[in-house]
């Protein structure tokens, strides 16, 4: 739910304080955010507009009246005085130099009935922007249906063509809707014994056909044609027309190779569709070329997520059909492209030799490097990523191949504009047999109670702040322990890791109820794709009487990159709470840092491989430099882990970094939830 917020600006807490009491006992949902200067003022009306500012007895030792109401003005927030009035004049030159109402703060149902309306409103305003831009979606996707529809459709006025679709500019030989745009049907038409014009008159006043109406069509090519028309009452564009469909008597075949093509085609790109595509390469694989040699390119856009979020329905379609045109003009006419998932095309191409596969593969890159999308008055440019999987005579079927191709291309994306090649060969029959042992010995371990947690504190080197402690996952072996990194993916894969979580974090929330630490818990995917995990979640916190706000969950970046909606919702679910988020293994790669935008980061922890004699890899420091920088311009505190050396950490201070955790303090690390 939305989150609905009231500023309340005052020298201290106290009125802020006072005023979520009063909302809240008078069953007013909502936020109070509290503010002092007009910088802070600011910074809380850039991170959310809230529904009122209200102004608490201002003095002139406070911000000045005229510059917080400026900041109402630029945001569009009302803004309203709490007094007491005791002093008239002053009240009246206030308002004679600031745009405000005023509230008598001795009178609590005044501010209640204020904020109620103001809520309301609020609610109202955002329901109304949902429903018109779910109406303009379901705009689109009709004009799209109407353009993709094998009947020929066209929305007439008075005579004259307002719109038509695709099928209907085919059937009279033209390519563009303006080539019609001043012909008037009754020059296009021959009704016999009707009189066309008494008919759009009474179609304009409503009056409609009882049935088709057969007619001669004559196209601008002067051609000729048997046709039945069809009137209907329509809107387009807001205005009343009427909708003309018409059917030709002698394109029974013409039909039916239409509906075979439509099939097999993608309706938004031209191109051919999944099943089309899957059709090709079964008769590739079951017949391959005699001379050359084939493989599948599949291929996606990068920075899809930030994309979604940036354009419009629309706009994002608009996307594809351009990313659909330069691969037509960047292939040959015997390769078989197709869009076969909603961002991702595939192309079967045959080449001489591999070099020349992956030649091809190469220059669709750098077509698309160089290539600008204009969406409108917008243009941009992006890269794409490419995975590559050859046809050979081990594969067995399409779905397979196709597999093989986006598993690379996944590969490919995660540093973007790159060629991935499937290597078959490198997967050796040993490691699924070794994948099995593990996932025995981790059910072993889930019935034996073998999974144990160790803590380890998070130290502020400024001295402030609350203590953390970071709980890590172990599995009891026969041998020796397991971390949890020798484990986790085989547990994630196997759809394992959710049962360990579940297993491990009641008995770690019972050790947290004598200790006032702030607690990081890592999660594994399979619980960030639980819907059920923020209910169960909850009800251990509840069970074990911790508040949620001593609680930060840990997901790796890359599980955040793979499943960032996923992640959104989790947090979304137990933001209320209190929960914080922290993101480890973190780089100073441009995707790691785009999470800090689509994600309520509190905590980032730097991957460990950037800290690790930090005074000889002077690299490092400027990647560390980075990630401080995107971390504080988005309110985001950085923690260093695995710090093993005095120097290091000074390096660490030097470039912003306070939260330590590592072997140089020298401490003993504490077994919990065993």
Known sequence: MHSVNLLVIDRSPESAEHVNSLLRNSGIKIHV??????????????????????????????????????????????????????????????????ACFVINSQDEDLLTDAVSRLVRSSENERNLENQQQYLEELEHRYHLLLDSSRDAIAYVHEGLHVYTNRTYLEALGVKEDAEIAGVSLLEMLDAGDVNLKTLFKGLSKGTFPAGPLEVKVTRPDADQFDASLVFSPARFDGEDCTQMMMHRKDSSNEVAAELERLRMTD????????????????????????????????????????????????????????????????TDSSDFAARITDYGFALLIARPTNAQLEKTARELLSEYRSHIVEIGDRALSTSCSIGMAAVGRLTTSAPEIISFARAAQTEAAEKGDQLVVYRPQLTAVAAVSGEQDWIDRIRIALSNQDFYSVQQSIVNLDGEGEQMMENTTFMRGEEGDYASQEFQKIADRNDLAGAIDRHVIPGLLKTFVDSEERQIISLSNNSILDYGFPGWFAEQLKLSCVEGSRIILQIEAKAALTNLRPAQRLMKELKPLGCKLAISQFDSERRSRQLLEHLDVSFVKILPSLTEDMTAITKNQDVVNKIVEAAEKNGVAVIAEEVADTSSLAVLWQCGVKLIAGTFLKESSQAAAQ
């Open 267 to 330: 309706p938004l790109t031209r191109l051919h569709n999944r099943r089309a595509f899957s059709n090709a390469l079964e008769d590739c694989i079951a017949s391959p070329p005699t001379n050359d040699t084939a493989a599948v390119l599949y291929l996606e856009a990068d920075g899809l997520e930030q994309l979604q979020n940036e354009l419009t329905v629309e706009a994002l379609d608009a996307f594809i059909t351009d990313l659909a045109g330069v691969i037509r003009k960047n």
């Open 33 to 98: 955010i509290h503010a002092q200067t007009s910088s802070e003022v600011k910074r809380a009306l850039d991170h959310d507009s809230p529904v009122l500012m209200l102004y608490a007895d201002p003095d002139p030792a406070d911000a000045p009246t005229e510059e917080i109401s400026e900041l109402a003005a630029a945001f569009n927030v009302p803004m309203a005085l709490f007094t007491t009035m005791d002093d008239p004049e002053r009240l009246a030159r206030t308002l004679a130099t600031t």
